[in-house]
């Protein structure tokens, strides 16, 4: 199997732009480049919650459309437009989705095999990986500054409910979890206030998105960041 690094993703953009846009995610987890090269072993998740406590049934999870993406993921409803927020905003503005370098989008997956227990989160459809691919759990390339500048004000965006794999160990840089109960009441404010197209929302895919490199933006990136490494635990 061809190893995807964040070079040969973004030299998949460039075939993306005549390339037909995928459909919905498989739902097997991509391996970390140490357990492709057979280093790694991988472990089955043998709980009815996942790693964040959300409760793990098939049956809960929908499919959801991803607007200018074409592609559609599976979520739990709870998780779903808060999620959808940071899928919109990473397509938009860190790397399109659909852009012809294999799969680019999971969700939820019925795959109890995990690399590192956050991605058990994918099991309750609280979870998200872009590109995984490209970054695997303890592998791959990472982000560019500038995009982990994106990624920072993508969290500021989610108050300090949402993870980012690139502040966990083994490091996921495509990976977002929500970090908080599905019935948390600041959940349920979040994904009204960023759905809401009549509503105050801190981005606005259709308006001029805030600039990540604004002193004010990237102390509340700061912030949330904090809050959300304290909510994992």
Known sequence: MTTLTRRTVLIGGAVGAVAALTGPAPTALAA??????????AR??????SRNGWRIDPRIVQPFY???????????????????????RWHYEI????????????????????????????????AVALHPGAFPAGGGDGLYPHQQRIVGDILADCDGLVTWGGDLKPAKHGHFHINVP?????????????GDPTGERPYDPAGAPADPADPARRQRAGRARS???RNEH
């Open 182 to 194: 599905a019935d948390s009441i600041q959940l349920k404010e979040l994904a009204k206030r960023l």
């Open 227 to 229: 809050l959300a490494r």
């Open 66 to 88: 991803v607007s200018g993406a074409a592609q559609t993921v599976t979520l739990h409803p709870a998780a779903a437009q808060v999620l959808l927020h940071v899928v919109r």
């Open 95 to 126: 790397q399109p989705l659909g852009d012809g370098s294999g799969t680019t989008l999971h969700g939820h997956t019925t795959d109890r095999t995990v690399y590192a227990d956050y991605e058990s989160n994918h099991l309750s459809g609280s």
């Open 44 to 49: 089955t998740w043998n709980r009815d919650t």
């Open 32 to 41: 970390p480049a140490s357990a492709r090269g057979g280093s790694a072993v």
